[in-house]
Each structure stands twice: as C-alpha cells, then as structure tokens.
C-alpha cells in the first residue's frame, strides 16, 4: 500500500499557496516556513490527513499575530498592573506612536536641514508646561534609569546618605540599594526601619557625602510608631552642607489630585526644595515607560552632559507618547482613578443582567507602587470561581481577580465600549 505521507504538499508547492502570498503583508518568510513545516510535521505524525496540510496551513496563517502580546481586558481593578504593561496609553499617544514609527524630525532642523540638538524638546517643554515648578527636564528609558543617572552623575566616588526605612525592594527582586552600588557611590544609611530623624541625616555628613537621597517607598506602608524627614527639612540640611537633594517618588504623580490625598506628587517635592525629582512616565502619569527627571536647570544640565545620559536616553517613540500623555486630554489611568462609583454599579449591574452573577462591593486599587493600600470604591460582578481559567484562554482574553473562592469581574480598568465584548467572553466562558 502506498504511504499516504507522498501526498504530503511539498514546501515550494505550499509557499505557492494564495494564502501565503496574502499572508506575506503580515508575517515574514521565517515565520511562515515555520507554519508550513508544522503543518506538515502533522500530517507525517498521522494527526491529519495530507489534503488537510494546506487548509490547515490557511487557518494557522490567518491566526498567527507578528507579535506575540496578546491584549488583555483588565477586569482586576487594579489600575496600573505591572504583570499587563502598567499604564494603558491614551489614544492621544497612541496616535503620536503610529506618527512616530516612520522617519520625523527628532534631531533634524527642517530649516536649516542640519542636525539639531533640540531632541526632546517637545516631551521637555509638555512637562515644565504641567510642572511649573520645574527648571528643566531630561527623559530616559525607565524609572530605574533615572535614579542610576542622578546618583551616577551627582555622587559616583562618593557617598548618598538614605534612611534604613526607604531601601525598597520592588517587583521582580529588583533592589534600590543594589542598584545604587553599581554608580560607584557608596550608601550612608541612617536611622531604623521604621523612624528616621533630621539629626541622623546631619550626624551622618562626611567628607565623602556627595548627595541626600529621599525615596518614596511605594508599594508598601510602615505604620505605627514611625518618623520620617519631610523635603522641607531636608532641604535645610542640604543647604547647611552644600548637598544636592535628589528625590525619587516613582509614581509620577505630577500635581496633588484630592483622590490621593496622601500620595507625594513632582509639583510639591520641588517647591518644598528638591534638586531633582524622579518619577515613571507609565505609573499614575499614565504614559509610556520612561525615566523622567525634573528639577533645577544647573541639576538637569549636570545629568544632560554626563556620558551616562546617552546610554539611556529614550528614543522617539517614548518621547512621542510621553509628549501627547501630558499635552493631551484625559488618560486611561485618570479615567479609571476618578471614575464615578454610580456609573460603575450601573455597568456592572447591566452585565449581571446580561451573564448573570451578583453584584457586590469591591475596592479597586492604583497599583505599580502607587497609592499602596489605598482603596477606590466600586463594584465588581461576583461569578464562580471556576470561570477564570476559560476567561483568560478566552478571545478576547479577561483577567479577572481570583479573590475568596470567587471569580471577580470589576470594570474600572475596562472602556465602556468594551462591556459588549466582556459580556460575549462571560458568555462563552460559561458554555465552554
């Protein structure tokens, strides 16, 4: 009897395939050799026929993405979800990403045709426009960057004087001390873990202190018997001893907003006194990922000019949507942070209605290390437990919190003209 693998269709044969020469506008050759090859493998394997490789092969290349990320409806509450990519964009940025991924004039000036050195330039100007208090402002690639240029650039070869109570460990292990050390300055650590006085601070001046550095821890809260040194005072005892005041906040709250009344913001640090202050442009600013770092122009012009600066410089793209975050209107993130619990009820009890489950109370929260344990009033459609696993395999995949035996679907982090699509992936979920 004849193998039925010599009917297998041959690779030059399939690559012929109309379904190719369409797929060809999306994917590259690899990745299509590689489809063709699988489809193949599985008919030599006997788990389809032969005259099923080239149907097979259509359906694989209509599916297959050149990306691997896959979109998620945030259905947690938590606003900045470090595990989806923190801060979704505004359509403002988004706008401003699609703009920016060709050729633009990012060190060109267009009337002279002549390289510029004005890079940046309209992420520097949006942010001293939001931040009056500013002197100047640089942009790198993250957060991390920010404070290892600051502390590079400010006090390598000498000393940074930190409270025991802010060396934080953040996600993934990442540890600020760790990442202090790799400048070439050395820690002063002083007080407890849980108070730390103005005294400690000017005890611990040396020859070799270079910088105070004052950072916000965060993703956690120490409460109880505490004490901690404001800006103010610390700003009087950098002056006492010619000492620049670096401080990270990470959030990158630009102004006080009375939802987060105890959340520090860029605007307040550097009236209080601060040199340079650091934040993450994906955080509660509600932009890409970014380093951004504000403060007085003799600072920003130190950091500008160190060879550092050019390592970790953000690139077009991030500058683009940095820039249309703050010049633009509302983000998703101040959406979600400000949102009416009313309106949040009334959706969710609309969806309950739709697939079901009960309507219950449910604080969402800020997330990646903002605001920690402050909760925002809401809502959230309570369903079996069991009904995760189907919704985050689902299309269009939901994540939803798992939280005491419970399946909880809150839609804070989801746009309104979404709720349609929940309900079908609810829906399909329930059946599956």
């Known amino acids: 009897m004849e193998d039925p693998r010599r009917r297998i269709p041959r690779t030059d044969d399939l690559l012929r395939l109309p379904a190719v020469t369409a797929a060809r506008t999306r994917l590259g050759e690899t ?3 590689e489809l063709v090859r699988a489809a193949q493998a599985r008919a030599r394997a006997g788990e389809i026929a032969p005259e099923q490789v080239a149907p097979e092969l259509a ?12 979109p998620v409806l945030n259905a947690t509450g938590v606003i900045v979800h470090t ?3 923190r801060a979704p964009l505004s359509d403002a940025a988004r706008r401003a990403l ?38 100047d402002a640089l942009v790198v690639g993250n957060g991390a960057a920010a404070l290892l240029l600051a502390t590079t650039a400010l006090a390598a070869g000498g000393e940074v004087i930190i409270s025991r109570g802010e060396l934080i460990e953040i996600g993934a292990g990442f540890r600020l001390p760790e990442l202090i050390e790799t400048t070439g300055a050395g820690l002063r650590e002083i007080g407890a873990t849980n108070r730390t006085h ?21 993703n956690y809260l120490v409460s109880g018997f505490t004490a901690s040194v404001g800006v103010p005072e610390l700003r009087r005892i950098a002056d006492e001893h010619g000492l620049p005041l670096i401080v990270d906040l990470g959030s990158g709250l630009l102004r006080p907003d009375p939802v987060l009344p105890d959340e520090p913001d860029i605007d307040t640090a550097l009236r209080a006194g601060a040199d340079v202050v650091i934040a993450s442009g994906d955080k509660l600013l509600g932009g890409p990922q970014a380093g951004i770092l504000l403060g007085t ?24 949507a940095l820039e249309a975050t703050v010049s633009g209107a509302s983000t998703p993130v101040q959406q979600a942070l400000h949102l009416d619990p009313e309106h949040l009820r009334d959706r969710t009890e609309q969806l309950a209605a739709e697939v079901g489950g009960d309507v219950v109370a449910h604080d969402g929260r800020v997330g990646g290390g ?14 079996p437990t069991e009904l995760a696993p189907a919704l985050r395999a689902g299309d269009p995949v939901v994540l939803p919190r798992v939280h005491q035996g419970a ?26």
């Open 98 to 135: 699609s703009d920016a991924a060709g050729y633009v004039d990012v060190e060109l000036d267009l009337t002279t045709g002549l390289r510029s050195g004005t890079r940046g330039a309209g992420a520097r100007a949006a942010l001293l426009a939001a931040v009056p208090a500013a002197g």
């Open 31 to 33: 990745r299509i050799r």
């Open 198 to 218: 103005p005294a400690d601070y000017s005890a611990a001046v040396t020859a070799r202190t270079r910088a105070i550095l004052k950072v916000h821890p965060s």
């Open 83 to 85: 595990n989806l990519g």
């Open 407 to 432: 399946c909880l679907i809150d839609l804070r982090c989801i746009p309104a003209a979404a709720d349609g699509q929940l309900a079908t992936a609810i829906t399909r979920a329930q059946e599956a």
């Open 297 to 320: 122009p003799e600072i920003i012009t130190t950091l500008k000019k160190h060879p550092l600066a050019r390592a970790l410089r953000a690139d077009k793209l991030t500058l683009a």
């Open 59 to 70: 359906a694989a290349l209509d599916t297959t993405r050149p990306v691997s990320l896959t």
């Open 370 to 383: 903002g605001a920690p344990e402050h909760p925002l009033p809401g809502w959230a459609l309570r369903l």
